[in-house]
Nanobody
C-alpha cells in the first residue's frame, strides 16, 4: 500500500530552522499534489503549505516568508524548509498526498520550538 514517511522533526530554539522531508512509496508521486499539515495539542489539524503536481506553491499566512515547500519527483520526496521558527510552530507535522478523490497521510513528525 501507499506509504508516506516523514522525517526531520525535533527540538529547535526560537529563530532556528528545520527541514522536514516526506518520502513516498508505491504511489504515482508526480501526479499528486503534496501538502504539509500540522496539529498542535488541543487544536485542529491545519494546512501549512501545498505544492501542486506542476510545482505551484501556496502557504498559509503564518508560513509565508518563513517556510518553503519543494518536491523532487524523481526521488518521490516533498520537503518543508522552516526558518525563523516560533514557539507557536510547535506541532506534529504531517504530509499528505492528494489526487482527487484519493488522499494519503503520513504518520507525522514532532516539531518542538522551545528555548
Amino acid at each position: 500500500q501507499v506509504q508516506l514517511v516523514e522525517s526531520g522533526g525535533g527540538l529547535v530554539q526560537p529563530g532556528g530552522s528545520l527541514r522536514l522531508s516526506c518520502a513516498a512509496s508505491r504511489i504515482a508521486f508526480s501526479i499528486y499534489a503534496m501538502q504539509w499539515y500540522r496539529q498542535a495539542p488541543g487544536k485542529q489539524r491545519e494546512l501549512v503549505a501545498t505544492i501542486t503536481s506542476g510545482g505551484s506553491t501556496n502557504y498559509t499566512d503564518s508560513a509565508k516568508g518563513r517556510f518553503t515547500i519543494s518536491r523532487d519527483n524523481a526521488k518521490k520526496t516533498v520537503d518543508l524548509q522552516m526558518n525563523s521558527l516560533k514557539p507557536e510552530d510547535t506541532a506534529v507535522y504531517y504530509c499528505k498526498a492528494w489526487y482527487h478523490p484519493l488522499s494519503y497521510w503520513g504518520q507525522g513528525t514532532q516539531v518542538t520550538v522551545s528555548s
